[in-house]
C-alpha cells in the first residue's frame, strides 16, 4: 500500500507542481497594511484588489484633477508588490470615481512594483496614480481595459512583450525615463495622445490592430517605431520628434495622419510601406516642407 501511495504521489507531482494556487485579494492588501512586501509567484488571485482597503490614506480637497470637482482621498502604498505568473481573476482598483459621493480615490505606489507574465482578466485601473521607484511590466496580459490615464512614472519603465486585448489608454501619462514597449501587442485602441516621454521611446515590432493614436504626443528623445505593424489608422497629427525617429521596415496598412507633425534629423524611413491613405500635409523635417526634404536625401 506504501508503494502505491508513493507511485501516485510521484505521478501526481509535476502536475501538482504546476498547480496555481488561490490566494485571496484580501490577503495581499493585508499585508500591505503590515507594511510587508507582497511577493507571489504562479498563483490564482481572487477578487478584487481593492487599494481604498489601504488604511494610510489621506483626503485632499486640493488635488487638481482636470474637469472635476471632487474631493479626493490619496492611499499610500508604502511596500513593494511583485507578482510572476500570476492571473488576476478581478479588477485592480488604484483608482475609484464615486460620482454619488463627488470623490475620488487614488492609489500612490512608493515603493517597486512589477507584474512580470501575469494575466489580468478584468480592468486594471491605475488612473492618476504615481509611481515613485521601480514600475515593470514585462509580459503581461490585460484582457480588459489597461486605464494608465494621467498615470507618472519615475522610473524606467518595461512594457515589453505585453498583450492588450482590449482599450490601452495612456492619454496624458508621463514617463520620466527610458521606455520600452516592444514587441507588444495592441488589439484595440492605443490612446497615447498627449502623453510624454522625456527620454528615448521603444515601439520595435509591435502590432497596433486598431487606433493608434499619438496626437499631440510629446517625445523628447528619440523614438524607435522600427518593424512595427499599424493595422489601421495611425494618427501622428502635431505631433513632433525633436531627437530623430525610425519608421524602418514599419507597415501601415490604413489611414496614416502625419499632418502638421514636424521631424528632425535623424529620420529612418528604410523600406517603410504605405498600403493606405497618407496625410504629410504641413508635415516638416528640419523646418523643410516634406517631400521637398525627401526628394534632397535621397
Do not use: W
Amino acid at each position: 500500500m506504501k508503494n502505491l501511495f508513493l507511485t501516485i504521489t510521484l505521478l501526481l507531482f509535476p502536475f501538482l507542481a504546476f498547480m496555481q494556487v488561490s490566494v485571496d485579494a484580501n490577503e495581499i492588501i493585508a499585508k500591505l497594511n503590515k507594511g510587508e512586501a507582497a511577493h507571489y509567484e504562479n498563483v490564482t488571485i481572487s477578487g478584487d484588489i481593492d487599494f481604498r482597503l489601504i488604511e494610510d490614506k489621506e483626503k485632499d480637497s486640493d488635488f487638481e484633477v482636470v474637469f472635476k470637482d471632487n474631493v479626493t482621498y490619496k492611499y499610500h502604498v508604502n511596500a513593494p508588490l511583485k507578482f510572476s505568473n500570476c492571473t488576476f481573476n478581478g479588477k485592480f482598483i488604484a483608482y475609484f470615481n464615486d460620482d454619488d459621493n463627488d470623490e475620488l480615490h487614488i492609489a500612490f505606489f512608493h515603493e517597486d512594483v512589477v507584474f512580470n507574465k501575469c494575466t489580468f482578466k478584468d480592468d486594471f485601473l491605475v488612473k492618476y496614480s504615481e509611481f515613485d521607484k521601480l514600475a515593470s511590466f514585462p509580459g503581461n496580459t490585460f484582457e480588459e481595459l489597461a486605464l494608465f490615464k494621467y498615470v507618472e512614472f519615475e522610473s524606467e519603465i518595461d512594457f515589453t512583450n505585453s498583450v492588450f486585448e482590449d482599450d490601452a489608454n495612456f492619454k496624458y501619462t508621463k514617463f520620466s525615463k527610458y521606455t520600452n514597449f516592444s514587441n507588444s501587442k495592441f488589439r484595440e485602441e492605443a490612446n497615447f495622445k498627449y502623453s510624454e516621454f522625456e527620454d528615448k521611446i521603444e515601439f520595435v515590432n509591435c502590432e497596433f490592430y486598431d487606433l493608434a493614436n499619438f496626437k499631440y504626443t510629446d517625445f523628447d528623445e528619440y523614438v524607435d517605431f522600427s518593424g512595427s505593424k499599424f493595422q489601421s489608422d495611425a494618427i501622428f497629427k502635431y505631433t513632433k520628434f525633436p531627437d530623430g525617429i525610425s519608421f524602418e521596415n514599419a507597415y501601415f496598412d490604413d489611414f496614416a495622419d502625419f499632418k502638421y507633425a514636424k521631424f528632425y534629423d535623424p529620420v529612418k524611413l528604410n523600406n517603410v510601406t504605405f498600403d493606405g491613405e497618407t496625410s504629410f500635409k504641413y508635415t516638416q523635417i528640419e523646418g523643410k516642407e516634406f517631400v521637398t526634404y525627401l526628394l534632397n536625401n535621397k
